[in-house]
């Protein structure tokens, strides 16, 4: 602990650096369960050190991706509930790197806050190293701001920075992707970390009395608890799947649902063919459509509907690949197929 560094000056500011410290203490423990072979350094010095292990790969690419987790903090605030939301933020990173064939390595991340609570960003990077520990990386370093005057005391952003490594011949180009192709659905733990802005207008979430109250619709879950159900992380059974069958492409569905997010990974001129009826729609959509007054095509638009991530493979590799993914925690199942088209997705 730095018992010297105080400034009764900067605390009269708004800042307090000596519940920085307190907050570097307390997560300490959150962090060290993410350490791995490549960790070279404690938390705490200025720049976090990585040892990268090149074994069995001929030609190293590093992938990095960076992402917050958007208005969903602010059911988390009124909630109060913090040790979830940083599983989402390193989700949102991971899994994007992850679309190109890359093994996450570490990650980083920062936290801006009107006030430095020590407990609640303990609570929050405790929540971000149980992400790491699901995506396979380490937390090698972070950054906790405060910002008083710029945000209210109680208010906090939360972003990270995570970077993998793939064998340059291993990188998913969709280069092969090829009409008859089949397309296997990995299914969402629910909304994940998208549409919060729409969520929060369609139920009113500032002013709902009702977040705790469980719901029929829902299974009896409630609305708060089933919104901040942290985004499903497909890191280690993609990685498993990868290993052992031939993947052409691979697409993240995050906002923007599926109309933008699975053309990203096809070639020009190739587009999803998809039956409406095929794909597993979760409860939690079906209430935001109703509620909502939401079109269709409108919440396929901009929610992942129930599947957080499409693969692409050959027709006779399909049956294998939804075998592996599933025997390594996923409920994946064949969403649709590969037919030469320039519209991106066909929803039938």
Known sequence: MHNKSMSESYAAAGVDITAGYKSVELMKKHIARTKNEGCLDDVGGFGGCFGLDLTGITEPVLVSGTDGVGTKIKLAMLLDKHDTIGIDCVAMCANDIICCGAKPLFFLDYIACGKNFPEKIAEIVGGVAEGCVQAGCAL????????????????????????????????????????????????????????????????????????????????GKSLGETLLTPTKMYVKSMLTLMNEVKVKAVSHITGGGFYENIPRSLPEGYSAKIKKEDVIILPIFKLIMETGNIPERDMFNTFNMGVGMSVVVAKEDAEKAVEILNANGENSYILGEIVKSDEGVILE
């Open 140 to 219: 090698i370093g972070g950054e906790t701001a405060e910002h008083p005057g710029l945000m209210p005391e109680d208010d906090y952003d939360l972003a990270g920075y995570c970077t993998g490594v793939v064998d340059k011949s291993k990188i998913l180009n969709n280069k092969e992707v090829a009409e008859g192709d089949v397309i296997i659905a990995l299914a969402s733990t629910g909304i994940h970390s998208n549409g919060f802005s729409l969520i929060r207008k369609v139920f009113d979430i500032e002013n709902n009395p009702n977040l705790n109250m469980p719901l029929e619709a829902l299974g």
